[in-house]
């Protein structure tokens, strides 16, 4: 069965090993893994690392770079922005790599013009790289939107005037909006000023798992109405409290199955094993028991089937729901 992974961090590990002196990492250390969960297709951030927010701007350019060398020269990796770029794996031998950021702290100094000017050129340009996807914010506020986690700021913003603007670019390129580490200012913002639907690419409900990081059943629906999806994360934060398993991110899949139909479900993992040894600035810990990493997805979905879903559901939440997404998302003129 295929997998579409909608969140993946490898491309920070990716950058880590580069710089490290190693070569040719997606494919001598992520394609065997994703083989072996049968990930047919994931989207990638680009993603500013704590340690490094002092200076953004520099650290997105050199992961930018290290990683966009690393994919060119692979042999297993195959670039898209849209579904018409996708390759069948078991024919290519490839994995569809679609391009994504968290965090654009780092646009507001794209050029050295107004900060309006610089995020409306940094949208055009990236675009030109087949970026496809944003997330506004990570665990910060910047000059965009309020994100969760920040300790900096006591109350929910929401989006700027600038925020609101990259939605409207967003748009008109195309991009999809990825409403996961907004506030709930932020998103409701979102949610009404975008014209075209947007997703959540890893978040779970907050009804199972209170964690502002997952989202409430208001929020939920509201993604499913604008024909949105929603990534299960198997973060074990934002599964369970005290004992996260695979049966507990299985009952986030049956909650919002329930809530909104399963045909607004996908998968998110948001892996985290790769990034323990790093030094990013952030607690990086904590994963579901029986679902740690990429290896471990099917036996999510033997899991699955024998708590009821039927095979068509599983084919969709696995794939399928992302696919038909993006296929019907890039086909909309606004």
């Known amino acids: 069965m295929k997998i579409f992974d909608i969140h993946s961090d490898l491309f920070t590990d990716i950058a880590w090993r580069r710089s490290k002196g190693e070569r040719d990492i997606f494919d001598n250390i992520h394609y065997p893994r994703l083989k072996k969960g049968g990930v047919d297709s994931i989207l990638c951030v680009f993603w500013v690392e704590p340690a490094f927010r002092n200076n953004p701007i520099a650290r997105f350019q050199t992961i930018f770079q290290e990683v966009m060398e690393d994919l060119l020269r692979s042999e297993h990796a195959n670039i898209c922005r849209t579904v018409h770029d996708m390759v069948d794996k078991d024919c290519s031998g490839k994995i569809n790599v679609f ?23 940094a949208f055009d340009d990236l675009k030109k790289y087949n970026v496809s996807h944003a997330i506004f914010v990570w665990n910060e506020w910047n000059l965009l939107a309020s994100g969760t986690g920040s300790l900096e700021e006591p109350k929910q913003r929401g989006l700027t005037r600038l925020g609101e603007q990259a939605v409207r670019k967003a748009n008109e390129l195309n991009w999809i909006l990825d409403a996961s580490h907004l506030d709930e200012a932020s998103f409701w913002d979102m949610h009404h000023i975008s014209s075209l639907p947007i997703i959540a690419s890893h978040s779970n409900a907050r009804a199972l798992c209170d964690n502002e990081r997952n989202l409430t059943n208001d929020q939920i629906k509201a993604v499913a109405s604008r ?33 909104v139909g399963p045909e607004h479900l996908a998968f998110g993992f948001d892996f985290i094993d790769y990034l323990s040894s790093y030094e990013l600035g952030a607690p990086f810990s904590g994963s579901t028991k029986g679902l740690e990493d990429v290896t471990k997805i099917p036996n999510l979905l033997e899991r699955m ?11 969709a939440i696995s794939f399928y729901n992302a696919f038909h997404f993006i296929e019907k998302h890039m086909k909309i003129k606004v």
């Open 99 to 121: 391009l994504g950021i968290e965090g654009l702290s780092f646009v507001e100094k794209w050029g050295n013009q107004s900060a309006s000017e610089n995020v409306e050129n």
């Open 227 to 259: 024909g949105g999806i929603i990534g299960l994360n198997a973060y074990g934060g934002f599964v369970e409290e005290s004992n996260p398993t695979l049966d507990h991110f299985i009952d986030h899949a049956i909650y919002i199955a329930d809530l």
């Open 305 to 315: 089937a024998a708590r009821g879903f039927s095979n068509k559901e599983i084919e």
